[in-house]
């Protein structure tokens, strides 16, 4: 069953950043959070996240990832894990984006 809850918030995290980015609507924490099911642990989502955003970043710059296609696949392969709060996650997801250098219009 937690195998199962793990796999549900690796898709929903992806599919969230990605949207929030191609939408422009990644600063606002609310939109962002409103696209999860309220039955998530929220404390848990929020330290997955910004790990799973460091992470890729920190890929993105050793493997030179170069698209949300490819940032979204290394996501997905980073175990859960807790290091951070909602609000960080946020912020760190915005400046991916932002360093990443992806336009509104990414696919």
Request: with cysteine; charged share 20%; net charge positive.
């Given at each position: 069953?937690?195998c199962?809850?793990?796999?549900?918030?690796h898709?929903?995290?992806?599919?969230?950043?990605?949207?929030?980015?191609?939408?422009?609507?990644?600063?606002?924490?609310?939109t962002?959070?409103?696209?999860?099911?309220?039955?998530?642990?929220?404390?848990?989502?929020?330290?997955?996240?910004?790990?799973?955003?460091?992470?890729?970043?920190?890929?993105?710059?050793?493997?030179?990832?170069?698209?949300?296609?490819?940032?979204?696949?290394?996501?997905?392969?980073?175990?859960?894990?807790?290091?951070?709060?909602?609000?960080?996650?946020?912020?760190?997801?915005?400046?991916?984006?932002?360093?990443?250098?992806?336009?509104?219009?990414?696919?």
């Amino acid at each position: 069953m937690e195998c199962r809850t793990k796999e549900a918030i690796h898709k929903q995290i992806s599919t969230a950043f990605i949207d929030s980015w191609n939408t422009g609507i990644n600063a606002d924490k609310s939109t962002f959070l409103a696209q999860f099911s309220p039955t998530v642990d929220w404390y848990d989502l929020a330290f997955f996240i910004r790990h799973k955003v460091l992470e890729g970043l920190a890929r993105f710059r050793t493997q030179r990832l170069t698209s949300i296609k490819d940032f979204r696949a290394e996501v997905k392969a980073i175990d859960y894990t807790k290091s951070g709060t909602v609000v960080q996650c946020v912020y760190h997801g915005v400046m991916v984006g932002k360093l990443l250098g992806w336009p509104a219009s990414a696919q």
